[in-house]
Structure formats: structure tokens, C-alpha cells
């Protein structure tokens, strides 16, 4: 979360590492974005103009990211996305995307105007960065929170707490943003449509049918 002495040195470097480093602040996206729309800037700006050689730029956890991610910025100002919410207890993108490391890589080769993801692919936002002492570190009041939302009700009439579910196997893979996603209008009635990729069948009993 905070910036630690070994974080600049990684950041210092990538900086020696790419070649053709040139200062970041500048605007990536002026093309291919110019219409505003919430697409993250894919279309057409994945390529440089033709006569422009390509830039890469350089990255550190400092640096202004909102130059390339303008959907995630924007997000901010929405209080219904966990990015919002957060902003407003000033939390800003490394405090949730505290993979460095992570980061870092993913950034080695970055060009300037280069399209940004649409989903996390390389790092996670994991449950132990929400849970992280100070931050939501009190399950027993999370789970009283949610314990009347009826939203996770199957077919069955069967009624799910989201922050207490059975911690199988089978859900290893679920972590706080599978229903928390970073930036995008939390849903809470859409949360169902999660537990349906899997329980198929739409009953949360699993070994009745087969
Ligand atoms: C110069 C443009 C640029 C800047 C500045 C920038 N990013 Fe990115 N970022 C990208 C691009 C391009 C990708 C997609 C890289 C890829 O898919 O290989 C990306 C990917 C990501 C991802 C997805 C990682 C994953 O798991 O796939 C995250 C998270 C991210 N950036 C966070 C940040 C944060 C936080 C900052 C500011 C500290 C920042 N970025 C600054 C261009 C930038
Ligand atoms: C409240 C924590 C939080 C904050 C603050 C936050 N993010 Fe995220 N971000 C997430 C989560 C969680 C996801 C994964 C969403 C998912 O799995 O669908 C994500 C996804 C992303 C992605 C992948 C594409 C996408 O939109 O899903 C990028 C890029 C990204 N964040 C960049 C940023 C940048 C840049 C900032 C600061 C402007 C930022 N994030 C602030 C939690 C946060
Ligand atoms: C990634 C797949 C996956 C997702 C997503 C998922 N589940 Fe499950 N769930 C399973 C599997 C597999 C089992 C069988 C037991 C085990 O291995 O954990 C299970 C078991 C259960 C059980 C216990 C069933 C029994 O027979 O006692 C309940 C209740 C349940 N899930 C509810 C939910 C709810 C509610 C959601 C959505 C918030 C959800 N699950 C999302 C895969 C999933
Ligand atoms: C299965 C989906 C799911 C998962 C996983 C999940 N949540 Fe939630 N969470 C919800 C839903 C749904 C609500 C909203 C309930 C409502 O609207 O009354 C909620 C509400 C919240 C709230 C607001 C509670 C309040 O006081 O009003 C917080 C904070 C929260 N979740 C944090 C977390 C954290 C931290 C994690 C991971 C440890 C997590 N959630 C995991 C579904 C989930
Ligand atoms: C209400 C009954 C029912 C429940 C409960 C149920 N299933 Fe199924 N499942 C079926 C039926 C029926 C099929 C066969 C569908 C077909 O062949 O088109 C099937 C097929 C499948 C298949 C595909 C099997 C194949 O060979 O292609 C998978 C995987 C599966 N179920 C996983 C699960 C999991 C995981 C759960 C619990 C989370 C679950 N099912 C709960 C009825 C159920």
C-alpha cells in the first residue's frame, strides 16, 4: 500500500530497462478516444499513425495513471463502484492494485496510445488486500451486514448470505471482486447471476442431479 523504498528501485529499473523512455504525463490516448466513449479507448488507438515510431512509456506507482486508464478514472467519480466508494475514503489505484511487482511487468513494454485491458488478467485484487488490517478486517460485521439481503435466493427458495458462503472446494475461485467489481455500477441483484456460471442448474445444492 505504501511506497516503499524497494518499489522505486523496481521503478527506477524498468525505467533503465526500456529503451526509448521519454517522460510520462503526456496524453497517450489524445487519438482514438476523442469521441468519449466508455470502450476504453480499444478502438483504434492499439496502433501508432504509421509515420510515428512507437514510445514506450515508462511506469512507476506514482505516475499519473488516468493518462491511460480513462474508464478507471472516471470510475472514481461513480459512487456505486467499489473504486468510487473507496475514492471517497481517499483511496486511490495502488491501494486496491497492490500487485507492484505485478504491475510492474505488465507495464514493461506499455507504448503510448497502446489499448489497456478490459479485464485483470495478469494480477488480482485479492480478498487478503480487502481483509488487510484497518480495511475490512472484521468478517463477524460483514456478515451481519448482508445477513437480511434476500438477492441470493435460488429456484429452491433457498437464501444464500453472500459473505458467508460455504468455503468448499468449489469456491476457491471467489474472492470480494467476483461480486465487488472494481469499477463498474455495483448490482447487487446481478450478484446471482455469479453463482449461476457454476450452479447450472440454478439450486445451490450440488450431488442431487448427478
Ligand atoms: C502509458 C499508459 C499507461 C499508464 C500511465 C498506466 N497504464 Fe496500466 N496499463 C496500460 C496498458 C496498455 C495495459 C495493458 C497491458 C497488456 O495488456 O499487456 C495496462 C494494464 C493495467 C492493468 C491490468 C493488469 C492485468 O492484470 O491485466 C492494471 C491493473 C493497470 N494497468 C493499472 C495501472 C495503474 C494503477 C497505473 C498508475 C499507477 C497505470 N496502470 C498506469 C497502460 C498504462
Ligand atoms: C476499490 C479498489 C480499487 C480501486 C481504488 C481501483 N481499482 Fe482497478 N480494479 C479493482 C478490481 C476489484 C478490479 C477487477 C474487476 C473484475 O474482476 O472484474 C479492477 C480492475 C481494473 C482494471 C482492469 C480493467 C477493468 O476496468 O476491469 C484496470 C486497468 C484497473 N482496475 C485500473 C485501475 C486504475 C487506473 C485505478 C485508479 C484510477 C484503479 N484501478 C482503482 C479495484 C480497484
Ligand atoms: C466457481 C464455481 C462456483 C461458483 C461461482 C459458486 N459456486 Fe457454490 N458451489 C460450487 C461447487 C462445485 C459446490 C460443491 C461443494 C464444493 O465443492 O464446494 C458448491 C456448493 C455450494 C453450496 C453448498 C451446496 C450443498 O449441497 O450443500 C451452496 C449453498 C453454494 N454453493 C452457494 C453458492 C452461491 C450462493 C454462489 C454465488 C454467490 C455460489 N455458490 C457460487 C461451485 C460454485
Ligand atoms: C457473493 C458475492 C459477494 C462477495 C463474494 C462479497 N460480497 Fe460484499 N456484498 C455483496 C452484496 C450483494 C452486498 C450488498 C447487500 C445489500 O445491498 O444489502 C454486499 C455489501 C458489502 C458491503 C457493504 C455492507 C454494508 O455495510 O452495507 C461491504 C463493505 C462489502 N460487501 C465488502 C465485502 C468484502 C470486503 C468482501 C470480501 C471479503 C465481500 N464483500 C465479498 C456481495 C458479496
Ligand atoms: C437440478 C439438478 C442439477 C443440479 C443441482 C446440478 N446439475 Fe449439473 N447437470 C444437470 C443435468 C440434467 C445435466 C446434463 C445436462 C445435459 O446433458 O444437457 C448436468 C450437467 C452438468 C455438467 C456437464 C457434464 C458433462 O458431461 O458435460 C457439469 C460440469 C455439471 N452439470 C456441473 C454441476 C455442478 C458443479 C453443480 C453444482 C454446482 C451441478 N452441476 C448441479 C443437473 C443438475
Request: proline fraction near 2%; charge should be negative; include cysteine.
Given at each position: 500500500?505504501?511506497?516503499?523504498?524497494?518499489?522505486?528501485?523496481t521503478g527506477?529499473?524498468i525505467?533503465?530497462?526500456?529503451?526509448?523512455?521519454?517522460i510520462?504525463?503526456?496524453?497517450?490516448q489524445?487519438?482514438?478516444?476523442?469521441?468519449?466513449?466508455?470502450?476504453?479507448?480499444?478502438?483504434?488507438?492499439?496502433?501508432?499513425?504509421a509515420?510515428?515510431?512507437?514510445?514506450?512509456?515508462?511506469?512507476?506507482?506514482?505516475?499519473?495513471?488516468?493518462?491511460?486508464?480513462?474508464?478507471?478514472e472516471?470510475?472514481?467519480?461513480?459512487?456505486?463502484?467499489?473504486?468510487?466508494?473507496?475514492k471517497?475514503?481517499?483511496?486511490?489505484?495502488?491501494?486496491?492494485?497492490?500487485?507492484?511487482a505485478?504491475?510492474?511487468?505488465?507495464?514493461e513494454?506499455?507504448?503510448?496510445?497502446?489499448?489497456?485491458?478490459?479485464?485483470?488478467?495478469?494480477?488480482?485484487?485479492?480478498t487478503?488486500?480487502?481483509?488487510?488490517?484497518?480495511?475490512?478486517?472484521?468478517?463477524?460485521?460483514?456478515?451481519?451486514?448482508?445477513?437480511?439481503?434476500?438477492?441470493?435466493?435460488?429456484?429452491?427458495?433457498?437464501t444464500?448470505?453472500?459473505?458467508?458462503?460455504?468455503?468448499?472446494?468449489?469456491?476457491?475461485?471467489?474472492?470480494?471482486?467476483?461480486?465487488?467489481q472494481?469499477?463498474?455500477?455495483?448490482?447487487?441483484?446481478?450478484v446471482?447471476?455469479?453463482?449461476?456460471?457454476?450452479h447450472?442448474?440454478?439450486?445451490?445444492?450440488?450431488?442431487?442431479?448427478?
Amino acid at each position: 500500500m505504501k511506497l516503499t523504498k524497494k518499489s522505486l528501485v523496481t521503478g527506477a529499473l524498468i525505467i533503465l530497462f526500456t529503451m526509448g523512455v521519454f517522460i510520462a504525463g503526456c496524453a497517450p490516448q489524445q487519438s482514438g478516444s476523442t469521441d468519449g466513449s466508455s470502450d476504453k479507448g480499444a478502438t483504434g488507438s492499439g496502433k501508432s499513425d504509421a509515420d510515428t515510431p512507437a514510445v514506450v512509456v515508462e511506469w512507476s506507482p506514482t505516475v499519473n495513471c488516468a493518462t491511460c486508464h480513462e474508464t478507471e478514472e472516471s470510475s472514481l467519480t461513480n459512487t456505486k463502484s467499489a473504486a468510487g466508494i473507496h475514492k471517497t475514503e481517499g483511496l486511490e489505484c495502488m491501494d486496491c492494485h497492490d500487485d507492484q511487482a505485478g504491475l510492474a511487468k505488465v507495464h514493461e513494454k506499455v507504448e503510448a496510445g497502446q489499448a489497456t485491458s478490459k479485464t485483470l488478467k495478469k494480477t488480482k485484487v485479492k480478498t487478503e488486500t480487502c481483509t488487510a488490517s484497518g480495511c475490512h478486517d472484521n468478517d463477524a460485521e460483514r456478515i451481519a451486514a448482508t445477513a437480511t439481503f434476500t438477492g441470493l435466493t435460488d429456484t429452491n427458495g433457498t437464501t444464500k448470505n453472500p459473505h458467508d458462503l460455504p468455503q468448499g472446494d468449489g469456491h476457491k475461485s471467489l474472492s470480494c471482486s467476483t461480486c465487488h467489481q472494481g469499477h463498474k455500477t455495483f448490482v447487487a441483484e446481478e450478484v446471482i447471476d455469479e453463482c449461476y456460471t457454476c450452479h447450472h442448474a440454478q439450486v445451490f445444492e450440488c450431488g442431487t442431479c448427478h
